[in-house]
């Protein structure tokens, strides 16, 4: 004999409001587009900066990418930098191996990814009037591994 056993009632809403949630949240509704951009100056690799929307119920996010310039077979594709929020961000390679990115408008508590190196690139960062950030800064910890060092600021783990 078949028995049917019910579901608790808290059980069934919150299984529902998940469904509803993934069907909803979890689809390609992110939307991306495109911000500055600098050409290293060996014309290796391109700093692209692109801002993600992903509707109402997520804040915006900028990104700034460090990818091979066209024609170039480098492997890199690699997000250096995000924050909350949408934020004009400057790019300025002071060499092949060092560039600074720029956010006046970026608050410390919306930052939420900065690498500090990632192979041979340095980055430095200089955010709004709370202060610079970049290699040797105050506050969090910088890690590294895989050829990658990033600023935790509360948020990330530590990569070993």
């Known amino acids: 004999m078949l028995q049917v056993i019910p579901f608790p009632k808290g059980l069934l809403a919150g299984f529902t409001a998940a469904a509803l949630t ?17 050409r290293s100056p060996d014309n290796m690799l391109d700093a692209i900066t692109t801002y993600r929307d992903c509707g109402a119920t997520t804040p915006e996010y900028t990104r700034v990418t460090l990818q091979p310039a066209p024609g170039n077979h480098y492997d890199i594709n690699q997000i250096v930098f ?9 790019l300025l390679w002071k060499g092949a191996s060092e560039l ?4 006046p408008t970026c608050q410390p508590r919306d930052i939420e990814l900065q690498i500090v190196k990632f192979r041979s690139v340095v980055i430095t960062y200089e955010p709004g009037p709370a202060g610079a950030v970049g290699p040797g800064l105050t506050g969090g910890n910088t890690v590294s591994g895989g050829g990658c060092a990033m600023k935790t600021l509360g948020v990330l783990p530590a990569i070993s």
Do not use: M, W, Y
């Open 22 to 38: 993934c069907l909803f949240g979890c689809s390609p509704l992110c939307g991306d587009t495109s911000g500055g951009q600098a």
């Open 82 to 90: 995000t924050t909350r929020n949408h934020h004009e961000v400057g």
């Open 100 to 103: 600074t990115i720029k956010c």
